[in-house]
């Protein structure tokens, strides 16, 4: 369960998130909904524990998110992820083996569901995800995240750069992998429509 109480977040003389209290129940698909600008990406950013907030309390599972239990529990997929100039798929996975439990099997099976073996070829394993589309980088970071199952997965503009096919992909695997684990999954999103068929 993850506890926000009284969160404020300022950045200067600029107040993003103001007095923000919130009970978000384990393993539930919960929303954020919101124009640019609303505060969606901060509140995410805290709840990884990539921001400090100004005052207020953020627990997950009873525990400060600053705490390393907590932090091996999360997965953040930002809208804009980073990825080095010359990094492989491969250098990607042992990333992030380093920091969770990752299932190969899981990652391949996704991989193939969004047909990205197909777009980038059968060597994928050895591209260059800096030539990958915004879309191809967002699904890779998709099936890593499906892959490992963590806790408490965040997805910032989860369907930004996604197209019809895969958006309906997505959200197929992602009902699915939470029948079969107890994650508890924040997309937040500009679109009331994508959102309304997929959360709690």
């Not at 805290?46 to 390393?68: C, M, Q, R």
Request: hydrophobic residues 40%.
């Amino acid at each position: 369960m993850i506890e926000i109480k009284g969160l404020t977040k300022s950045f200067g003389n600029k107040i993003v998130l103001n007095d923000l209290n919130l009970t978000i129940p384990s393993h539930t698909i919960f929303g954020l909904v919101g124009i640019n600008g609303a505060g969606k990406s901060t509140l995410l950013r805290i709840l990884s524990n990539a921001y400090d907030k100004t005052s207020g309390e953020v627990l997950i599972d009873g525990k400060p998110v600053s705490d390393v239990e907590s932090k091996k529990n999360i997965f953040f997929l930002p809208d804009e992820p980073y990825s080095a100039h010359s990094e492989t798929v491969n250098s990607l996975l042992d990333f992030y083996k380093i920091m969770y439990d990752f299932e190969k099997e899981t990652f391949i099976k996704y991989v193939k569901l969004f047909k990205l073996d197909e777009a980038i070829g059968t060597n994928y394993l050895n591209a260059n995800i800096s030539k990958f589309s915004k879309g191809m980088k967002r699904q890779l970071l998709i099936c890593i995240a499906l892959a490992i199952a963590p806790k408490y997965l965040f997805l910032d503009e989860a369907f930004d750069g996604l197209d019809p096919l895969a958006r309906l992909t997505f959200k197929k695997i992602i009902l699915e992998r939470m029948e079969e684990t107890e994650m508890t999954v924040i997309i937040s999103s500009h679109s009331l429509r994508e959102l309304e068929d997929l959360c709690d």
